[in-house]
């Protein structure tokens, strides 16, 4: 079975910490994604990469960044926690190969940021 | 640019019952595919069901089925025979067939089943 895992299930920050959220998948997929999950407006995706050391810019970057060194890791980096960035993070994998275009979820990280 | 609608944010059904998801979407693609996601409360959301738009026939999967009508744009989601563990929040998605792997969510439906 496909694993997808995610650092912390809760984390609380303060107001312009630098914040990481880290996601592991262990299925070799090529593609990974993090989006924002927010009440009444679904899922938003923020960063997508494609293979190691790339990156896309999602519908909503603005004050976050990526990282991805190795294959099986995405980071997600808050420069500057604010309060408007209180979320539940979803991190997904994807294969390009055979089961292609089925994303795999973390369980998420729930951010609050005081 | 694509966008997809769901129009229930809230729905519940009796246990047994059946219940039926809706979703729209807009593009000017030819061929994309359709996913309903499944998120069940503090738990992973997993794949329910997809539909490949240049397939004629509607996906089923045991007790979920999809009413796909493409001129109308319309990939509504059937849960047969409801139980209590299909009480989660339902997500539609679209992605283009080509060129990109990245998803276009609904904004959710909240399903309860009631015991």
């Known amino acids: 079975d496909v694993k997808v895992t995610q650092s912390s299930r809760y984390l609380v920050k303060r107001t312009g910490e630098k914040v990481f959220l880290e996601c592991v998948q262990d299925?070799?997929?090529?593609?990974m994604f993090w989006y924002r999950q927010d009440p009444g407006l679904g899922l938003r995706l923020i960063y997508f990469?494609?293979?190691?050391?790339?990156?896309e810019k999602g519908d909503i970057p603005e004050g976050y960044s990526v990282s991805r060194e190795k294959k099986e890791r995405f980071s997600l980096i808050l420069e500057s926690a604010s309060t408007n960035q209180t979320s539940m993070y979803l991190c997904?994998?994807?294969?390009?190969?055979?089961?292609?275009?089925?994303?795999?979820f973390g369980p998420g990280t729930r951010l609050t940021v005081l | 640019a694509q966008t997809v609608t769901q129009s229930q944010p809230e729905m519940s059904v009796q246990e047994a019952e059946t219940v039926t998801l809706s979703c729209t979407y807009d593009?000017?693609?030819?061929?994309?595919?359709l996913f309903w996601y499944k998120q069940p409360p503090s738990r992973q959301m997993i794949l329910v069901i997809r539909q490949e738009a240049y397939k004629q026939q509607n996906a089923t999967e045991n007790r979920f089925s999809v009413n796909f009508q493409k001129a109308a744009k319309s990939f509504s989601l059937k849960i047969s025979d409801s139980q209590l563990g299909d009480t989660a929040m339902y997500f539609c998605a679209f992605m283009k067939h080509a060129g990109t792997y990245k998803y276009i969510f609904g904004t959710g439906t909240r399903l309860k089943v009631l015991a």
């Open positions: 997904a994998s994807s294969s390009t190969g055979q089961h292609v275009n089925e994303q795999f």
């Open positions: 299925m070799d997929h090529e593609n």
């Open positions: 990469s494609y293979d190691v050391k790339m990156k």
């Open positions: 593009t000017s693609e030819s061929n994309y595919y």
